[in-house]
């Protein structure tokens, strides 16, 4: 016997990846590149298998209408019994819902609508659901010849079964999570009334009928339709998040240490405002008002400002243990920990490999930054590397940072820059403006860069770096996710944009060490955002996934 094709292989692999692909973006919105992206190879595998999208798109439609109709074939061969058994266990399992892939997914739909523009689409979905009305027509004429029910016109009654079947299935995809429980009782209600015309007998055989229709649906969970993304298509959402904006877990001490910057010498390095920011969260956090606080730390010396400030810093501290318990409950698969004591990060970093990475604050004025970015990500370990203009006083595209972008550039790691308005009023406001990201993004067209903090209040000049450089991300850091919503608050154009052309540039990190706020808190009102659901998953799990995939 001949080798087998290699191309009998690899093209249902290739299909395999654009289902999932055409998952998050749809048809029009699935490329080639993102497909080979999806794969890890370079784009010109894809067309030498396929010669252009509308052709893998063909390819594609044919491969899931055809492995649906394998999978009910192959499921309903396995099993001899009477027909009106299997009728009664057939309609049970459609209309209970208990298998998600037949009640059709997002790639079925987008399929169904791409029909109305490419003939041979339709076509392809008329032949799948002819087939499936001939196998209803002969379990209804197999059933009626049995004399185990009576009925007149077996297609008719197919056509019906399919209509409520579809239509139902069209509703549940339109209203989505909006009337979960009305939903389940049209289906029940559907099954009721298509048990009834059919004059199904219940007597000895519902025992034998509920007995199939468990080992039908065990069989038909467990068939592979197009890998296991095909079944958990319909339950879709964000199950996982990486997080790129966590702090050190904080002890009572080092917690105390930050507040009595704020309280022994407000005015010291310009940090009076943060008071302001942060300060109420904070104090809330400790049961009382900022003004309350304020009033409590008036007239201290600075040893009995420690002292009061231990006693009160309790519920802003938090074990190891406790900050990855939080980190599971809300479902983070990594964090990446960001302080300026580098040491401090990699040592605990290095405890917990598999759920942190760490980022490296870079010194731009000491000796040899481009040495020090060296050694942050070879010799301790760092993921990613911070230029902050905050931190240094320079804007981003000075050319202290320059030794820094190049270093990274060339150890693949990408560089997070301090990118928003700052409120130290002893440094500029705008010594974060995106413009120098831009100049930046400019000077290195292939570096990863990711503006950190979102560029408020500079959003619509943000938006048009990151639309000028693929290689410039945005995460929303240390900004209450609630307000990227709120009308008039600046964040407008950018969640426009998220939502569309910035899709796949958008990354998450909470900021939830100086927020004053618990991470759930800041998770859920993250997920509340008027988002497409791809879109969230992409802001809050598979951008970041592949950013940190590229190193």
């Not at 074939?73 to 266990?89: F, G, S, V």
Request: charged letters at 25%; glycine letters at 6%; a neutral charge.
């Amino acid at each position: 016997m001949g080798r087998k094709d290699i191309s009998d292989r690899r093209k249902p692999e290739i299909l395999g990846h654009a289902y999932r692909v055409v998952a998050r973006e749809g048809f029009v919105g699935a490329t080639i590149t993102q497909i080979a992206k999806e794969m890890g190879v370079n784009s010109g595998i894809l067309i030498h298998y396929f010669k252009n999208k509308e052709e893998l798109t063909l390819a594609l439609v044919d491969y899931i209408l055809e492995k649906t109709m394998e999978s009910f074939k192959r499921t309903i061969a396995q099993y001899d019994a009477p027909p009106e058994h299997l009728l009664d266990a057939l309609i049970d399992i459609y209309f209970d819902r208990e298998i998600p892939a037949l009640t059709r997914g997002s790639v079925f739909w987008s399929c169904y609508a791409l029909g109305f523009r490419k003939p041979s689409v339709k076509v392809a979905i008329q032949n799948m659901y002819l087939e499936f009305l001939k196998t209803i027509i002969r379990y209804l004429e197999d059933a009626g010849k049995a004399d185990r029910i009576k009925i007149i016109d077996s297609e008719q009654i197919a056509f019906v079964f399919i209509s409520m079947l579809e239509g139902v299935g069209f509703c549940r995809m339109t209203f989505g999570d909006t009337a979960p429980e009305k939903i389940r009782q049209t289906y029940q209600i559907f099954k009721k009334m298509l048990k009834e015309l059919l004059r199904l007998p219940e007597g000895d055989s519902k025992s034998d009928s509920l007995s199939l229709r468990a080992h039908l649906s065990e069989e038909m969970k467990s068939d592979d339709l197009i890998g296991s993304d095909y079944i958990a298509e319909s339950d879709q959402g964000t199950k996982q998040i990486i997080d790129l904006r966590l702090p050190l877990p904080l002890s009572v001490e080092a917690v105390a240490e930050r507040l009595k910057i704020l309280f022994v010498d407000p005015k010291k390095n310009g940090l009076a405002n943060y008071q302001h920011i942060y300060g109420g969260k904070w104090a809330e956090s400790m049961g009382m008002s900022l003004e309350e606080l304020k009033q409590q730390m008036t007239g201290l010396s600075e040893k009995e400002m420690t002292k009061k400030l231990v006693a009160l810093a309790k519920p802003l501290s938090t074990t190891p243990k406790a900050f990855l318990k939080q980190l599971d409950e809300n479902s983070v698969k990594w964090g990446m920990i960001f302080s300026d004591d580098n040491v401090k990060t990699a040592d605990f970093v290095s405890r917990y490999p598999e759920r942190l990475k760490g980022m490296a604050l870079i010194n731009a004025h000491g000796d040899n930054p481009a040495h020090q970015t060296e050694v942050a990500v070879k010799e301790m370990g760092f993921s990613a590397v911070y230029a902050s203009p905050y931190h240094d006083r320079l804007h981003a595209d000075d050319p202290k940072f320059y030794p820094i972008y190049a270093k990274a550039l060339e150890l693949k790691v990408p560089v997070f820059i301090y990118t928003a308005m700052n409120y130290n009023k002893s440094m500029p406001m705008d010594i974060g403006h995106p413009k120098f990201v831009d100049n930046v993004a400019m000077s290195f067209p292939d570096l990863l860069i990711v503006a950190s903090l979102g560029g408020w209040p500079w959003v619509n000049e943000m938006v048009g770096v990151a639309r000028r450089h693929q290689n410039v991300f945005i995460d929303t850091s240390f900004h209450r996710p609630k307000h990227l919503a709120t009308p008039d608050s600046g964040w407008g154009m950018l969640m426009q944009f998220a939502n569309t052309l910035l899709q796949d540039q958008m990354l998450f990190g909470s900021g939830v060490g100086d927020m004053g706020l618990p991470l759930s808190t800041i998770i859920n009102e993250m997920k509340a955002l008027p988002l497409k659901e791809s879109v969230m998953q992409k802001w809050l799990y598979d951008n970041a996934a592949h950013l940190f995939r590229q190193q």
